[in-house]
């Protein structure tokens, strides 16, 4: 069973990647999706997968720090998806302009659920990540770079970059490991 929710782990940071990828082109494209807004549906498809993992990592102190944390970004992203789900479905840039300049103005809102709130995530999924490092280096490594980038570094496809090496790195922590099994 645990093999089953680490391929869903890894296919939901390939979500995470898919929304991340189509939020890219801009405003516009994301506002012209039909018949669903399919890059919010990804990333929302792709935090949820997450979830059954996060119980079956070892008990650790990081598991113990990193498993809220993560829980706690996964909420924000799921938050963030459904106020994206209205801006989606408002049927003009004016209207949308008037949303976002309403939930602006409450921090109770706007911080937890579009510009803090779903770094908790990529924070959660580091400290998960630690409790491998003597097992995988490399894939420690590649999701200790990939979370640095979210904070330290400011490119176009930033956070596309960032959830690919990330499913890498637990790629290569689940399936590179002769002791998958005690994982």
Same mark, same amino acid.
């Given at each position: 069973?645990?093999?089953?929710?680490?391929?869903?782990?890894?296919?939901?940071?390939?979500?995470?990647?898919?929304?991340?990828?189509?939020?890219?082109?801009?405003?516009?494209?994301?506002?012209?999706?039909?018949?669903?807004?399919?890059?919010?549906?990804?990333?929302?498809?792709?935090?949820?997968?997450?979830?059954?993992?996060?119980?079956?990592?070892?008990?650790?102190?990081?598991?113990?720090?990193?498993?809220?944390?993560?829980?706690v970004g996964i909420t924000c992203i799921i938050g963030m998806c459904v106020l994206d789900f209205i801006w989606w479905s408002q049927p003009t840039q004016e209207i949308r302009n008037q949303f976002a300049g309403h939930i602006s103005k409450f921090p109770s809102i706007w911080k937890?659920? %579009?510009? *803090?709130?779903?770094? =908790?995530?990529?924070?959660?999924? /580091?400290? @998960?990540? +630690?409790? &491998?490092?003597?097992?995988?280096?490399?894939?420690?490594?590649?999701?200790? %770079?990939? *979370?640095?980038?979210? =904070?330290?570094?400011?490119?176009? /496809?930033? @956070?596309? +970059?960032? &959830?690919?090496?990330?499913?890498?790195?637990?790629?290569?922590?689940?399936?590179?490991?002769?002791?998958?099994?005690?994982?």
């Open positions: 069973m645990k093999t089953y929710y680490q391929i869903l782990f890894v296919i939901g940071l390939l979500f995470e990647s898919i929304g991340q990828i189509l939020l890219s082109k801009g405003n516009n494209f994301v506002y012209a999706l039909k018949p669903i807004d399919f890059a919010h549906w990804s990333l929302l498809l792709g935090a949820v997968l997450l979830i059954p993992q996060i119980g079956n990592f070892r008990k650790s102190i990081f598991t113990f720090i990193g498993a809220p944390i993560i829980l937890p659920f %579009i510009t *803090t709130g779903p770094n =908790f995530l990529n924070v959660g999924l /580091f400290l @998960l990540a +630690l409790n &491998y490092f003597k097992q995988n280096k490399v894939g420690v490594l590649l999701i200790t %770079i990939a *979370t640095f980038a979210v =904070f330290f570094f400011s490119f176009s /496809f930033k @956070l596309i +970059l960032v &959830y690919l090496i990330t499913a890498l790195g637990y790629g290569l922590i689940f399936f590179n490991n002769k002791r998958t099994n005690e994982l």
